[in-house]
């Protein structure tokens, strides 16, 4: 079981979070804070053996860690043990099946999950699959490769990857590359292109991309064959408009991208706070590109859904963790704020089997980064939490991509571990429920 304030201690060798000491323990009741007694073994009397029935007349107060789900308790699996679904405070947490941790320096950035449940991440100049058991299959090097940020993999097993320097590779299932897309930044050009995130949708690979340097960033659509890699077409953002946009949805009628943006004559506003939202039709044609009239919340990732969209973001003037539904037509159905935590950043939203969704992304736990993992309900309501403290000083924390498998969750992030090479990532695997 796992605290929602849990450091997983033996998984990352750190110690606890000072401020999320184990005050209790099993068959201990957190919420009780003043005792009728010493109710022990025996005659049935207070400070003597046996169990006392309660002499005010009210029903006795619940004890997480008996092994009986009670009013207020979310659930209670009798036991303090971390990661199994059921915390201490007898609050639901994720059920960690299983964690892999590369043992070489690689800070991976995007992963996905195949039909068949085999696991392929992306980072640097280096993509790796994992078994849905959390073995590695192999791992391949791309010549020439900088930064990988994003991967999809389609149902034939394809892989298809970007980087922050402008380019798509197209790679076969077994991770050899077939073709290259886009020309390479140059290093010491004004001007950067980073893939931000890949869609294989029918017959037609979409990669969104923001391009720009220190005059502003406009966003970029483009459609590339995914048996050769040739460009289709490229679609930006409006010239008057700086516009990052981070990731991509595709339904049933058109294409979404969510980011950030404003107008560039507005210099002394923090253009970063607008939430920008673009729409194109399947052929990659523009429809629409809109920016909130305030600064508030920004949306960092958009995923489809069988009617609809979801959207996972933050506040960062009102600090929450927000997660919003759409339908077809982009009309807000609900919208569920968190505040719970501080400087929270959500990185990541994902949909899976039979409907689920689930959120990643950074909280802060006093001066400890951590990483969070939660699956929500259809309305956006937390069904479990998982939260994995992550110190780190340089800015490098949280979960940064997740993915659903066919019965399974898994998350993404960097192990706190430093090598003298850099840091290493993480793989997390969690039961969906």
């Known amino acids: 079981m796992a605290r929602s304030c ?49 002499t005010t007349g009210e029903p006795a107060s619940a004890v997480c860690g008996d092994g009986i789900v009670a009013s207020g308790e979310a659930c209670d699996d009798g036991n303090d043990a971390d990661d199994d679904g059921c915390d201490v405070a007898c609050a639901r947490t994720g059920k960690l099946e299983w964690i892999w941790t590369d043992p070489s320096p690689f800070v991976a950035s995007d992963i996905t999950v195949g039909v068949d449940g085999r696991i392929v991440v992306a980072g640097g100049d280096t993509v790796l699959a994992l078994s849905p058991a959390g073995s590695e299959l192999w791992r391949r090097a791309i010549p020439g490769a900088l930064s990988l940020s994003t991967v999809v993999v389609d149902d034939a097993g394809n892989i298809y990857t970007g980087s922050r320097d402008g380019v798509v590779y197209g790679l076969d299932p077994a991770g050899f590359l077939q073709w290259t897309s886009g020309v390479k930044d140059d290093p010491d050009g004004a001007v950067r292109t980073e893939m931000t995130s890949l869609v294989r949708h029918g017959g037609t690979l979409h990669a969104l ?34 516009a990052t946009a981070y990731d991509l949805a595709i339904g049933a009628d058109r294409i979404v991208a969510v980011g950030s943006a404003g107008a560039l004559a507005d210099a002394d506003d923090p253009l970063f706070m607008h939430a920008f939202v673009a729409t194109y039709d399947l052929d990659g044609a523009a429809l629409s590109f809109t920016i909130a009239d305030e600064p508030g919340p920004v949306f960092r990732s958009i995923t489809a859904t069988a009617d ?53 992304g950074r909280v802060e736990l006093g001066d400890e980064k951590a990483a969070l993992v939660r699956r929500v309900a259809s309305d956006g309501d937390p069904l479990w939490t998982s939260v994995l403290a992550s110190p780190d000083d340089t800015g490098i924390g949280g979960a940064f991509a997740l993915a659903f498998g066919p019965d399974f969750l898994v998350a993404l992030g960097p192990d706190v571990a430093q090598t003298d090479q850099g840091w290493t990532v993480w793989v997390r695997r969690f039961a969906i429920d």
């Open 209 to 242: 991309a923001i391009q720009g340097g220190d005059d502003g960033y406009r966003t970029l659509l483009r459609r590339i064959d995914p048996g050769s890699g040739a460009q289709l077409t490229e679609t930006p953002s409006p010239a008057e408009l700086t």
């Open 308 to 360: 609809g969209y979801v959207l996972t973001g933050f506040d960062p003037l009102a600090p929450s963790i927000i997660v919003r539904g759409l339908d077809a037509d982009l009309n807000t159905q609900w919208d569920h704020e968190d505040k719970t935590f501080p400087a929270p950043v959500m990185y990541s939203v994902a949909a899976g089997p039979g409907g689920a969704l689930a959120v990643a």
């Open 6 to 54: 849990t450091v997983h201690a033996p998984l990352l060798m750190l110690p606890l979070l000072a401020a999320c000491p184990l005050d209790f323990h099993v068959g201990d009741n957190p919420e009780e804070t003043t005792g009728v007694g010493d109710m022990s073994e025996g005659t049935g009397e207070l400070g003597t053996s046996g169990p006392a029935a309660p």
